[in-house]
């Protein structure tokens, strides 16, 4: 199968088209992701078989793994919300509780140390540069995407701590595309954090003043 690992050429460095067509498809995720369709869940799918494809010949398993987890959070969620969406409400969007937030800070945290510690000493995994930083965003991607799949508005937060790592991994795996599309996901989840928190804090006002903020 060559056609996984096709590239082309910009300024001296290869790019391939698994990484670029998986990167695409991944902002198209946060844009469907605003928009709260279920279609967020089969595109991520696909996105993530591409740049799973597009790891293995970066040899950067921790980033290959995060893909694998990818596929199953995601048919998690497309799950999820398809039985939401077929409730009277619909997708109820809505902030995490306080238990909610300390469950999923604790994962992030105990989750990273324990992948850390596997990384180190899974040879076969060889994480050539600081399997912390890999740990930390397989660990924090499969939270940020649960939450997803629980339509809590938390999880672009945890997107955005992600990104904060995910920048200079791609950039030290050779994954220069993947390292733009951080960028731009960051406005991207900037503004779907902006759009849900407004619709869970609506949905928290009595009938009369939500109609009124619906208005305006």
């Known amino acids: 199968m060559n056609w996984l690992n096709a590239s082309f050429t910009v300024f001296g460095e290869h790019i391939l088209w698994t990484d670029l067509v998986g990167n695409v498809l991944s902002l198209g ?4 992701a605003l928009r709260k369709t279920v279609w967020t869940w089969p595109v991520q799918i696909t996105g993530a ?3 799973l494809a597009a790891s ?3 040899h950067a398993p921790g ?12 048919s998690y969620g497309w799950r999820s919300w398809t039985r939401r969406q077929r409730m009277e409400e619909g997708l109820f969007i809505r902030q ?5 937030r300390l469950v999923l800070l604790a ?10 510690q596997l990384f180190v ?10 399997p912390w930083a890999n740990a930390y965003i397989f660990v924090g991607s499969a939270v940020a995407t649960f939450a997803q799949s629980r339509a809590l508005v938390d999880f672009w937060i945890i997107w955005v701590l992600v990104d904060l790592v995910g920048v200079p ?15 731009i996901f960051f406005v991207m989840v900037m503004a779907g954090f902006r759009n849900w928190l407004r619709e869970s804090r609506q949905r928290d006002l009595p009938l009369p003043d939500r109609n009124k903020a619906v208005t305006t």
């Open 63 to 74: 980033n290959a793994l995060k893909q694998v987890l990818f596929v199953v959070l995601a």
């Open 49 to 51: 078989l591409l740049l």
């Open 29 to 32: 995720v946060v844009w469907l």
């Open 169 to 183: 991994l791609a950039l030290k795996s050779g994954l220069y595309v993947s390292a733009a599309v951080y960028g």
């Open 56 to 58: 293995l010949h970066a």
């Open 96 to 100: 995490a509780t306080v238990r909610e």
């Open 121 to 130: 000493h899974l040879d076969w995994l060889k994480i050539a540069w600081s």
């Open 107 to 116: 994962a992030l945290v105990v989750g990273t140390a324990v992948v850390a």
